[in-house]
């Protein structure tokens, strides 16, 4: 495999509404980025994805753009930007912006021209259709309710995978293609390092657009059946890359959910559209087709067995980017690890168990300090527009109010939204105004500054294992070596071994509570990594306390 840039880098996601806001009004800023670029450069990342910053309505919280080319004066202007990146580039730092190419805003100049004009040029920069002929199809958007929607003052339609407010672009004509690369371009000649691609696996359509089998009591088809009957979506994908990333060897990676059996290589690969995408094996474990308040809870074999099957998918092939939580799921530590066991250890278990993965590691913001999941007390203090709607659906399913909140709690977007924790005064540091969402109670005890100064804190455990995966003693087996699982018919136990050139490394987390015996495979060297004091060892075997996580060098295997 041709070695890039970026095969050895650890990412990092900001939220920018909640990383840190420079001038108290209570949203997070760009200015806020650049003033925390020495604490990231502490952490030991090196690639910063960060979420939506152009100029939106903020419906979606920047996912529906009204111009590409603008920063939203929320966030702060141009000039800030541009600091940003040449700050990040001075401290060897790479900013990836966040593209939102599936659809705009409604309020994008594109979509108020359709809308004044829909048989002109820019009606055809969207998906129209008459409405006296009804729906095209009976496809439920992602947020809830059927993608057409009246095209204000007109006698067309318009389709949204999203929220109404977040219009699909059509792909399909050159002309919208042709526009939005003129766009990549002119951000990577600013400077940037390249892209996270927002939803990308949407811009496919299954053509011609018809009805699928009603798999909810609203008589729509999730949008996952349309996308399963989409093809071609790789012409596309091509065309964007040479258009684009691959003339400034950018950094790729792709928001894929659905991408059919075989098609990895094509995504990944040595001359895949994307530098990666992310591995949502994880993610998806437990989802119900009926909705939030249907999901089961994660066991640590099913955690286990996603993982095993990303790597096996993707080994020799390319590489996954690895993640626990993202600003659209729930804080990882509290959705993979069983309630009641969310403790430093266990947080330090599970951190290690995806970081050593074969693949990008990328931390969101907090995770670092092991952030948790929110007690929501109603649905008014929720912000989240896909909340809101799988709150009214579990109430449309029969659920009692407390039930649904407990849904909202489990599953909602906002748990990863809330202020980032920087230290113990009001808001958590975050502003000195008002947060635009409350943050999260714990943070007099859950902060960076607390971590810092302590040397066996959640922070420090995540400096160590960035330090590991960059030491270039590790990189054969580490970056560059096999993924094999062991003992992965022992239950609750995750354990795998990182092999490359002469050195193996076995990774080994005890998913549990209880002790738990573990023979290796031969004898070790080292101890690279403990996430706790000490470990009893006899012969072969050694045991492990609840939540203790090890790293150990074998033997290396060169000969004579
Ligand atoms: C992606 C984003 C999510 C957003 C959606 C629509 O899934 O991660 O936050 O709501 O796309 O842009
Ligand atoms: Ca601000």
């Known amino acids: 495999m041709e070695k890039q840039w970026w095969h050895n880098k650890i990412a990092y996601q900001i939220y920018p509404k909640s990383f840190y806001d420079s001038n108290g009004d209570g949203i997070g800023d760009l200015p806020g980025i650049i003033e925390k670029l020495d604490y990231l450069k502490y952490l030991g990342v090196d690639i910063l994805w960060i979420s939506p910053f152009c100029q939106s309505p903020l419906v979606d919280e920047g996912y529906d753009i009204s111009d590409y080319y603008e920063i939203d004066p929320r966030f702060g202007t141009m000039e800030d930007l541009e600091r940003l990146i040449s700050e990040a580039q001075k401290r060897q730092m790479y900013?990836?912006?966040?593209?939102?190419?599936?659809?705009?805003?409604?309020?994008?100049?594109?979509?108020?021209?359709?809308?004044?004009?829909?048989?002109?040029?820019?009606?055809?920069?969207?998906?129209?259709?008459?409405?006296?002929?009804?729906?095209?199809?009976n496809w439920r958007s992602y947020f809830g309710g059927s993608v057409w929607e009246p095209l204000p003052g007109t006698d067309k339609q318009y389709l949204h995978m999203f929220h109404k407010k977040q219009p699909d672009l059509n792909w399909e004509n050159p002309r919208v293609r042709r526009e939005l690369y003129q766009m990549i371009n002119w951000w990577l000649e600013k400077g940037l390092a390249g892209f996270r691609l927002d939803a990308i696996i949407n811009i496919k359509k299954a053509l011609p657009m018809v009805d699928y089998p009603a798999d909810r009591p609203d008589g729509l088809s999730s949008p996952d059946m349309m996308l399963t009957h989409a093809r071609g979506i790789g012409e596309f994908l091509r065309e964007m890359k040479e258009e684009t990333f691959e003339k400034y060897h950018a950094f790729t990676v792709g928001e894929v959910f659905n991408d059919k059996p075989g098609e990895l290589a094509d995504y990944i690969g040595e001359n895949g559209y994307f530098s990666s995408i992310f591995d949502f094996h994880e993610t998806t474990i437990g989802a119900s087709p009926k909705g939030w308040y249907g999901n089961s809870p994660v066991t640590a074999e099913d955690y286990k067995k996603a993982c095993f099957a990303a790597q096996e998918k993707s080994t020799g092939l390319g590489f996954y980017s690895n993640v626990i939580e993202n600003h659209d799921e729930p804080r990882g530590v509290s959705h993979y690890l069983p309630e009641g066991c969310v403790c430093e250890s266990s947080k330090k278990m599970l951190a290690g168990l995806y970081f050593m993965l074969r693949g990008i590691p990328f931390i969101y913001q907090g995770q670092e300090i092991g952030m948790e999941n929110v007690e929501f007390s109603s649905i008014d203090e929720v912000d989240d527009i896909s909340s809101r709607m799988e709150y009214q659906v579990a109430l449309e399913a029969g659920c009692t109010k407390e039930e649904a909140m407990q849904a909202v709690c489990r599953y909602s977007r906002d748990n990863a939204r809330t202020p980032m924790q920087w230290n113990a005064d009001p808001h958590a540091g975050f502003t000195d105004g008002t947060p635009w969402l409350k943050e999260n109670e714990n943070y007099r005890s859950i902060n960076?500054?607390?971590?810092?100064?302590?040397?066996?804190?959640?922070?420090?455990?995540?400096?160590?294992?960035?330090?590991?995966?960059?030491?270039?003693?590790?990189?054969?087996?580490?970056?560059?070596?096999?993924?094999?699982?062991?003992?992965?018919?022992?239950?609750?136990?995750?354990?795998?071994?990182?092999?490359?050139?002469?050195?193996?490394?076995?990774?080994?987390?005890?998913?549990?509570?209880?002790?738990?015996?573990?023979?290796?495979?031969?004898?070790?060297?080292?101890?690279?990594?403990?996430?706790?004091?000490?470990?009893?060892?006899?012969?072969?075997?050694?045991?492990?306390?609840?939540?203790?996580?090890?790293?150990?060098?074998?033997?290396?295997?060169?000969q004579g």
């Not at 804190?457 to 960059?470: A, T």
Request: with cysteine; charged share 30%.
């Open 95 to 137: 900013i990836l912006m966040d593209l939102v190419i599936n659809h705009c805003s409604d309020e994008h100049e594109w979509f108020q021209k359709a809308m004044a004009d829909p048989e002109g040029e820019y009606g055809n920069f969207f998906y129209l259709a008459d409405k006296k002929e009804g729906r095209p199809c």
């Open 448 to 558: 960076v500054e607390e971590q810092t100064g302590r040397g066996d804190s959640i922070l420090q455990f995540y400096r160590r294992l960035i330090e590991l995966r960059k030491d270039p003693q590790y990189e054969d087996s580490l970056i560059y070596g096999a993924c094999i699982p062991y003992l992965r018919g022992q239950r609750n136990l995750m354990a795998y071994l990182r092999k490359g050139g002469y050195q193996t490394l076995l990774v080994v987390g005890n998913f549990q509570e209880e002790p738990q015996e573990v023979t290796l495979p031969e004898a070790y060297e080292t101890v690279l990594l403990n996430n706790m004091d000490c470990f009893h060892e006899h012969d072969r075997t050694i045991c492990l306390k609840g939540w203790q996580y090890l790293i150990l060098k074998m033997q290396d295997k060169k």
